[in-house]
């Protein structure tokens, strides 16, 4: 079981902010994603559960939200996540749950930074334990949404400085309202009365 503590932006609005932050990086140390993925519509805001690439993966929250104000004019909420992965025969579970789903469309960039630094590196198994950053533009049916989150471990160093939290860019878009993870968002803006399959 993976443990990470994550912190999450959710907004309709275009971020060319976080967008050049992205941009302004080495290409080398950018992952670059075109992906869905296919969430069991819960119900809940502190568990998920997604199909993705073949894996079931079920996440529960185990810390928060926690209120969090770095500076900056940047507002967050810090969460704890346990993570559990199982791989899946090909329709295993989707039959049972199909009036259940919601497909996800996600077009994500991602990176991992560690410090001191930061220095940027390629999200891959063999890169050094660090904090995860991702920005992701979300296509749900017709509607278009964008996320900024960090992921990291239990490990100290690796979570992102105060500092660095406060200087992250389009902090008008970084605030309490949207700050939440995505068993959350789905629960507030996707609840299963309004699922229609």
């Not at 609005?13 to 080398?28: I, K, N």
């Not at 209120?67 to 507002?75: C, E, I, N, Q, R």
């Not at 920005?135 to 690796?158: A, K, Q």
Request: negative net charge; contains cysteine.
């Amino acid at each position: 079981m993976l443990e990470t503590k994550e912190i999450r932006w959710f907004f309709t609005e275009y971020p060319p902010g976080v967008s050049a932050w992205f941009s302004a990086l080495d290409p080398q140390a950018v992952k670059q994603e075109d992906r869905t993925d296919i969430y069991w519509v819960t119900g809940c805001e502190t568990v998920g559960v997604k199909l993705r690439q073949g894996r079931l993966e079920v996440k529960a929250r185990t810390f928060g939200p926690a209120d969090y104000l770095p500076g900056g004019g940047v507002a967050c909420r810090l969460e704890g996540w346990a993570k559990q992965v199982f791989e899946l025969a090909p329709g295993q579970v989707m039959d049972t749950l199909s009036s259940h789903l919601l497909h996800v469309r996600k077009q994500r960039q991602a990176t991992i930074l560690t410090w001191p630094g930061p220095r940027f590196h390629l999200p891959v198994p063999a890169a050094p334990r660090g904090c995860q950053i991702e920005f992701t533009r979300v296509l749900i049916g017709s509607n278009t949404w964008y996320t900024l989150g960090l992921e990291w471990g239990s490990e100290p160093s690796c979570e992102p400085s105060e500092s660095f939290l406060s200087a992250l860019p389009s902090p008008h878009l970084l605030t309490l309202e949207n700050a939440m993870g995505y068993p959350e968002f789905l629960f507030r803006h996707y609840p299963p009365v309004t699922h229609q399959g």
